[in-house]
């Protein structure tokens, strides 16, 4: 994605030849798409945050001088640094973009020419809003999140919120999921590099916990974060028994045929249509935690909040919430920033019944953004990256009761819940490596008498009771494991 030495970039020289190369290969006659997997998570794009060399600086300072604009003024790496980030960050985001822009429409016509639709696909997803990312999607496919060497701060909620955080950034993106068996904690794993140890129970806890996640489109839809496809990036244990091997293809299984059709708890909300503006772009292919606050934000919640035991089945661009027809309550995140069309969505949201809190460090707030949030409690004053787990903790049964969630789960464990074709499904995670049974409580659909549960992961039966206006169903967990319940209502 860079340039050589002379300014010239890259693909600009090599996409002939690499065109000319794979137009040798035994399928290229028949096949419609040219295929390109590059070699690990970055090479979805370039890594803004690592773009400092002194090759960066000269164009950067040529691209200045060309619109008008006053020439660099710095002389040491440090100096050009800290005035690009302190006076140009704008035009050197946008700059930058237009730069991969540049090639990657180099790539997509040159195999265009001879009748192939370009493909890329790596890990990582690119971080980029509005239509620029739409358009980079057509060709960027497939990517997706390293939850093994990349796990964040060796969390597995944090680097889900990642993950969230990313599709929510711009609901473009076809991601596959990294079905990754046995590599549960970068700390333990890093000196059995490509042989992962971890069990069955942890394994299935990481994946669960991954697995029904979902977003809303920008079409208004509700379904997956995954568009299709499984990867794994650490290779086979030689320590696998037949058992292993057996879970492992049943967590796929599950997976491709159990999908998520609507949510069963709430969803974190977060506003990029600020830097979809010219004048105000920020993007990266490397890390959202790069070149994205907002992006730090949703995930640190939803690390803290899952923990704390809340259901978060999916998050929303705000900008999407406009077609969607869900009654999900929603969770939204610094509203000081939204969009006046997108302050109108939330009062829209509103009016027909959606129950909404907020978080927000700002000092204040405009009118109408206020007005969405003066029931008393609904205004959380807490920057959204800064929540703690004990204020998590204290808030997790509060937002339960304003947002009327209709899940609920014991104490030492948490999930999130879906529903698919009048089957509700509660994926259950236990966190304290403490084999425990544990209750949780699902609310009865209004005129149902009874129901039926089992556990997917074993196909047993679980007891079911009613208390008030709740199913209360009776679950037993090994150590560190995650079950995934089923119950359908008659």
Not at 51 to 63: I, R, S, T
Not at 109 to 133: H, N, S, Y
């Amino acid at each position: 994605w860079r340039t050589f030495s002379n300014g010239i970039p890259l693909f600009t020289e090599a996409m002939p030849t690499l065109v000319s190369q794979m137009s040798k290969q035994p399928h290229w006659e028949e096949s419609k798409v040219a295929h390109l997997s590059n070699s690990d998570r970055w090479d979805t794009g370039p890594q803004v945050a690592a773009l400092h060399g002194w090759q960066d600086f000269v164009e950067f300072d040529a691209h200045l001088r060309a619109i008008g604009k006053a020439p660099l003024a710095g002389r040491t790496r440090q100096e050009i640094s800290d005035e690009i980030h302190g006076q140009h960050e704008d035009d050197w985001q946008a700059w930058q973009l237009n730069q991969y822009l540049h090639n990657l429409r180099t790539l997509r016509e040159g195999f265009a020419a001879r009748g192939k639709r370009l493909l890329i696909t790596a890990q990582g997803c690119p971080v980029i809003a509005g239509p620029a990312g739409a358009e980079v999607a057509e060709t960027v496919q497939g990517m997706s999140d390293d939850c093994s060497w990349g796990m964040a701060e060796a969390s597995t909620s944090l680097t889900m919120g990642r993950q969230l955080a990313e599709s929510t950034h711009n609901p473009v993106w076809k991601m596959t999921t990294l079905l990754q068996y046995g590599f549960n904690t970068p700390i333990l794993n890093s000196p059995e590099w490509h042989s992962p140890v971890g069990t069955l129970e942890p394994s299935r806890r990481q994946y669960y916990s991954r697995a029904w996640r979902s977003t809303i489109w920008n079409d208004g839809s509700y379904s997956s974060v995954y568009f299709g496809g499984y990867a794994e990036n650490v290779g086979v244990s030689y320590q696998m028994t037949e058992n292993d091997w057996a879970q492992w293809w049943r967590l796929e299984e599950r997976h491709s045929l159990i999908s998520a059709q609507a949510p069963l708890g709430a969803g974190l909300v977060m506003s990029t249509i600020r830097f979809a503006d010219p004048n105000h772009i920020r993007f990266t292919a490397g890390s959202i935690f790069d070149a994205s606050t907002d992006g730090v934000a949703l995930a640190r919640v939803f690390q803290r909040l899952h923990d704390a035991g809340l259901s978060i089945p999916f998050s929303a661009n705000a900008t999407a919430l406009a077609k969607w027809k869900g009654s999900a309550p929603l969770i939204v995140l610094i509203p000081e920033v939204y969009s006046d069309d997108e302050i109108a969505t939330l009062e829209a949201l509103q009016a027909r019944g959606i129950k909404m809190v907020a978080f927000s460090a700002a000092s204040s707030l405009q009118p109408r953004t206020a007005a969405l949030f003066r029931k008393p409690g609904t205004l959380i004053k807490i920057a959204p990256a800064e929540l703690g787990i004990f204020d998590a903790e204290q808030l997790v049964p509060k937002l339960t009761e304003m947002l009327d969630l209709p899940l609920r789960f014991g104490e030492g464990v948490s999930g999130y819940g879906f529903t698919m074709s009048g089957t509700q499904f509660v994926v259950v995670e236990e966190n304290r490596n403490a084999g425990r049974r544990t209750e949780v409580r699902l609310r009865a659909t209004e005129g149902k008498q009874s129901a039926q549960a089992c556990e997917v992961n074993d196909h047993h039966a679980l007891k079911v009771r009613r208390d008030g206006s709740e199913w209360v169903i009776d679950v037993r967990l090994r150590p560190g494991d995650a079950q995934l319940v089923a119950l359908r209502e008659t």
